[in-house]
């Protein structure tokens, strides 16, 4: 399974019962123009470089997703901090759910998605996972 259909049935998931009416390729449409991607693909690392740069909380708190212990949770303020509102606004109309809600789903949704695709500070299956223990630099 590709990474963004992943994405985009752990986000579905992740809504209950508000996630009933969405179609899936409705949701990899808007997670590819939400998230970086490559060629498609969601870019797990350059997902990880906006939470890492220049700010040592969000590279602390990318860092919990990437080792092996507890994730430390997401709140929605920060990912629309991280993502822009204007970003998250769209992606909600889009896919005609409230802003509140789709924002709240992304939240639970990334760090889930990153810490099954991650082992010991290194992306899984990701030529470039190297990258995102090297943007984390010491905290490992």
């Known amino acids: 399974m590709s990474l963004i259909n992943m994405a985009a049935q752990l986000f579905i998931s992740k809504l209950g019962s508000n996630g009933d009416q969405l179609n899936l390729g409705s949701v990899v449409t808007a997670l590819q123009n939400l998230l970086p991607t490559q060629n498609g693909e969601l870019d797990l690392?350059?997902?990880?470089?906006?939470?890492?740069?220049?700010?040592?909380?969000?590279?602390?708190?990318?860092?919990?997703?990437l080792s092996g212990g507890d994730n430390a949770a997401l709140s929605p303020s920060t990912l629309l901090d991280v993502l822009g509102n204007?970003?998250?606004?769209?992606?909600?109309?889009?896919?005609?759910?409230?802003?509140?809600?789709?924002?709240?789903?992304?939240?639970?949704?990334?760090p889930e998605l990153i810490d099954k695709n991650s082992e010991n500070g290194d992306l899984l299956g990701n030529a470039v996972g190297g990258l995102a223990k090297g943007l984390l630099g010491k905290l490992f």
């Open 86 to 110: 204007d970003r998250i606004a769209n992606f909600a109309n889009s896919l005609e759910l409230g802003q509140d809600t789709a924002t709240s789903g992304l939240a639970q949704m990334l």
């Open 45 to 65: 690392s350059a997902l990880i470089a906006q939470f890492t740069n220049g700010n040592e909380g969000l590279a602390n708190l990318a860092s919990s997703w």
